[in-house]
């Protein structure tokens, strides 16, 4: 078999059904296929529309009764066949070109074992008009940055719902992190990131723009609040990163950049005092970040 296309989906009712109307505009001529989606836990209409793709695609359901995207993601990893196996997400319109340009790719670029491809915005409302100016939106969206085109990365530039790796690098039984990714409550953001860093081991990833999702952009997902959570969230990701890198070198104060403290002081002072300022889904945003990575340093030392 050529592909498995694996998708991990928890109360996806909102967006998995053009998730999966587009996977049946795809062009798989050619292709030999099967998607895998592993049910985590919905209560709501996901499972009824899993239902209805069954005979539109080849499509296998599973269920994990563990709550989080990594568990999910685990439960279908070894099921799959293909010898390409890509990873996206329950919220994506997939280009009709989607399996073929990760095929293609795979095929003449021998040399590399992990792929990633072009994640772009899809707004299902009017798109704000802060979001241009936001200077964290390929992080809170996943979207990819447009400098991107086409060339050799490492695992940290490869974003989780555009991904591909040969099933022959699945080596000593590699997992997901169920410590890391979306679950209930705060989590550590970057499950993907995680995972495709130690897969990399010893591999090389490339990254073609010409591989290409759409990311559906909620309207709750322009709230200030939600952007100030989402940033607490990597806040907490990033905390552990600087940690195990001993914070290169900079200033700190009980472990904490110094820099950071005083990026933070900014933001909550124009946050809370300046509410009016162009600014202002940043400083939600660094404030949030700020937290988490405050949160994640003192849990380290309980």
């Not at 899993?50 to 080849?58: I, R």
């Not at 997939?94 to 670029?109: G, M």
């Not at 591999?203 to 709230?223: A, E, M, P, T």
């Amino acid at each position: 078999m050529d592909i498995s296309l694996l998708i991990a989906t928890y109360n996806g009712q909102k967006t998995l059904r053009m998730t999966l109307e587009s996977l049946t505009r795809m062009d798989v001529e050619g292709v030999d296929w099967e998607l895998l989606v592993c049910d985590n836990n919905s209560t709501d209409l996901t499972a009824s529309i899993l239902k209805e793709y069954e005979q539109k695609l080849p499509l296998k359901i599973y269920y994990e009764g563990q709550q989080g995207k990594s568990a999910a993601l685990n439960k279908i990893l070894y099921q799959a066949q293909g010898d390409i196996l890509i990873l996206t997400d329950d919220d994506v319109i997939a280009d009709t070109l989607f399996l073929k340009s990760f095929l293609n790719i795979a095929n003449s670029k021998l040399e590399y074992d992990i792929f990633g491809g072009k994640i772009e915005p899809y707004f299902s409302v009017q798109k704000p008009n802060w979001y241009d100016s936001f200077g964290f939106k390929h992080i809170a969206y996943a979207i990819t940055p447009e400098s991107f085109d086409k060339k050799e990365v490492g695992p940290g530039s490869i974003f989780g719902a555009n991904v591909a790796f040969r099933r022959s690098a699945l080596t000593d039984n590699i997992l997901f992190n169920t410590r890391v990714g979306p679950t209930s409550g705060n989590y550590e953001m970057g499950c993907e990131t995680d995972f495709l860093t130690r897969l990399s081991a010893g591999r090389k990833c490339w990254f073609d723009s010409s591989i290409i999702v759409k990311h559906i952009l909620k309207d709750f997902q322009f709230d200030y609040k939600w952007l100030k959570a989402r940033g607490l969230k990597y806040g907490l990701s990033m905390y552990t990163k600087e940690k195990e890198l001993k914070f290169q070198g900079v200033k700190t104060v009980h472990e904490i950049p110094l820099w950071r403290i005083k990026v933070f002081l900014v933001n909550w002072f124009q946050m809370t005092f300046l509410p009016k300022n162009k600014d202002k889904a940043n400083n939600y945003w660094e404030v949030g970040f700020f937290w988490g990575y405050l949160k994640k340093r003192f849990k380290n030392n309980k």
